[in-house]
């Protein structure tokens, strides 16, 4: 029992140290602890001096350990074990009440002091990993765009066929409605099998309405955030949209704040539940060249040179920049071109769409709008403006927001298949049959490798691929035609 005391009495030690809790807190956290793990009574250990890690993982290992054993969850799998995880930490945090009252103070003076003390507040309650998120692999790569960032994500734990079990015994049920519902705060995770009772969100109002701001446990990039509705309603780009973004901007003029697409295969994994992403952090569309301007009523217009099509606006009048979106987002709902395959509606159903993502440079307001199409076709089931099949090897999953602005984020099997192709470049050692859908790309990278850095080949060639692949996603291709074709369209934008 001594070692299990030692462990309690650590916890705690973390929880004090990171200002989760207080001294006064120590005998009913410790209590609530002991109640979790099913112990009744407690000796205080003799130890003088705790060491505090960055992170509590390295201290939940033997509380999870003793649970299991216990019996306290089953199976012992990532999955169950991240749900009592988050039960064992939600001792140790606040009320959201609490939080949210610390949040605002502290954003009344400085916006950035509040975000900061969230971000560190998530990942001091390890809703946020970070023992698995520093898994993640990054780079960066020159590409004909300019450098583009790669990031293999690591940190979503690979599911246990246990799981698939245990997911299986679970009666179907609409409680919370998504991930993203508010009602996952504090929630034990018995129908989604994600631990969230540790979870907590900071209410946001945006253009007078309710909103929530979190972070996501994945961290895609620096104080990668998401902002959700209050209530579970489908994700849909409007007048609204515009104006809850300025908002953002206008409240947290440090973060950027993007919306996916309201439609399918264009939008994001979440449609039902209307919600942005944003966060702290520079990306490389920002340095995209600028291949025509144009200056009217107050707006600028900028076309740039990127895979994707993509417009940016910018004002420093938040009302007449709504305007000026409102209108490109009407003419591109309208907008139909045979020749380049791109049709605005099949009978009633729409396929053009805008992801629009929002920044604040001093006191001007910067709208990237990128043009989208979710139509299919017989030879492009999964989407006309979708990877093509051919690069499907390197990224099969929809296109969103943050691939649009020049992240890419990776499937993580790459992890373990790309060090076979380098293998098979460096001493021509077969690629294993479960590896076929990379053999012909394979084959062309073997007739271009010439004893060169081989991490940095591989690196390189997975970036121009992925380039590739938001390539597909443009609606005005990079042809003469395409080109020719967007600076029209372009055209009939500014001359409201
Ligand atoms: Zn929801």
Known sequence: MKSIYQAIEHLYHYGLSNNLLEKEDRIYVINKLCDLLSISTYETPNIKTYNIPDNPAPLLTPLLDFASKKKLFSPDTTKRRDIFEAKIMDQLLPRPSTLNKQFELLKSHSPKEATDFFYRFSKKSNYIKTSRTSKNIQYSSE????????????????????????????????????????????YNGETTLVGRTSH???????????????????????????????????????????????????????????????????????????????????????????????????????????????????????????????????????????????????????????????RKKDDTYILDMTLRNNKTSEKYPLGIFHPHPENHHIKKENIGLIEVMGLAVLPARLKTELPHIKQYLKDQTPLPKSLDQHRKWTEVLKTQYTNQNLETFINHEVAKKFVKCIEDSGVFKQTEEGQSAFKKFFKEVYYV
């Open 143 to 186: 590409t004909a765009y300019g450098t583009i960032k790669i990031t293999i994500n690591l940190s979503k734990p690979e599911k246990d066929p246990q799981d698939i079990i245990d997911q299986k015994d679970k009666q179907s049920s609409d409680y919370p409605k998504c991930l993203l519902c508010k009602e996952n705060v504090g």
């Open 200 to 358: 907590r969100v900071i209410p946001v109002s945006l253009n007078n309405e309710p909103f929530n701001l979190q972070y996501s446990p994945y961290v895609y990039y620096n104080e990668h955030c998401i902002v959700f509705h209050e209530n579970h309603i489908p994700m849909n780009v409007s007048i609204k949209t515009f104006k809850r973004l300025f908002d953002f901007l206008d409240q947290f003029p440090h973060y950027f704040l993007g919306s996916n697409a309201g439609l399918p295969i264009v939008g994001g994994s979440i449609l039902a539940h209307e919600h942005y992403q944003g966060g702290h952090a520079k990306f490389p569309i920002e340095d995209a060249k600028i291949v025509e301007s144009y200056t009217k009523n107050n707006i600028k217009y900028d076309l740039l040179y990127w895979p994707l099509s993509v417009i940016r606006l910018s004002s420093d009048n938040k009302e007449t920049l709504t305007k000026a979106a409102m209108n490109l987002f009407e003419k591109w709902q309208n907008y139909s071109n045979p020749d380049l395959n791109i049709y605005a509606k099949t009978n009633d159903t729409p396929h053009n769409a805008i992801t629009p993502i929002a």
